[in-house]
């Protein structure tokens, strides 16, 4: 199987290992001890806590494998150092919808970065895909999972950000 990069910025990587930090010293050491606490309980058919612990412990587990995987195929990009004439990761877009002439802002981020309510989109989203490449003053129809729509491209430019990840 083909090994997928996932760029990223510096602080979605640093906020990453910092919630694989907090899953391995704090919380999965706490469910444990709760495990250990409900086993002193006795019957381990109807004891909630023990069954309600070790689900937690799998629920752990689980995102650790996943930061695990998602860590391991990051390539951290600065933005800072690429050039923003056209699209690219962190450019931030002001694009004008041709039908309705409203305004949007977008910057192009890595996947655990983005958070659309904030006008920050990963650069797998489809709208990213088709605005990477494109410059000032381009007109670019895109498909959308609401349908299509026709955008000028107003602005490309880098803007640093203070992101923050889910």
Wanted: glycine share 6%; charged share 30%; with cysteine.
């Amino acid at each position: 199987m083909e090994k997928r990069i996932e760029p990223m910025t510096l602080f979605g990587y640093n906020k990453l290992q910092a919630e694989v930090k907090d899953l391995k010293t704090v919380k999965r050491p706490a469910v444990v001890k709760a495990i250990e606490e409900a086993l002193e309980h006795g019957d381990l058919k109807e004891n909630a806590e023990y069954h309600a612990a070790k689900e937690q412990q799998k629920q752990i587990d689980n995102r650790l494998a996943e930061l695990a995987d998602v860590i391991g195929n990051s390539q951290i990009v600065d933005p800072s150092e690429l050039e923003h004439a056209r699209v690219s990761f962190g450019s931030t877009v002001v694009v004008c919808d041709m039908a309705t002439d409203e305004e949007m802002t977008y910057t192009i981020v890595g996947g655990c970065e983005s958070n659309p309510d904030m006008g920050l989109i990963s650069f797998s989203s489809p709208l990213a895909k088709q605005l990477l490449g494109k410059e000032e003053g381009d007109e670019v129809k895109v498909r959308l999972p609401g349908g299509e729509k026709e955008l000028e491209i107003i602005d490309v430019t880098y803007k640093e950000i203070v992101f923050e990840c889910h």
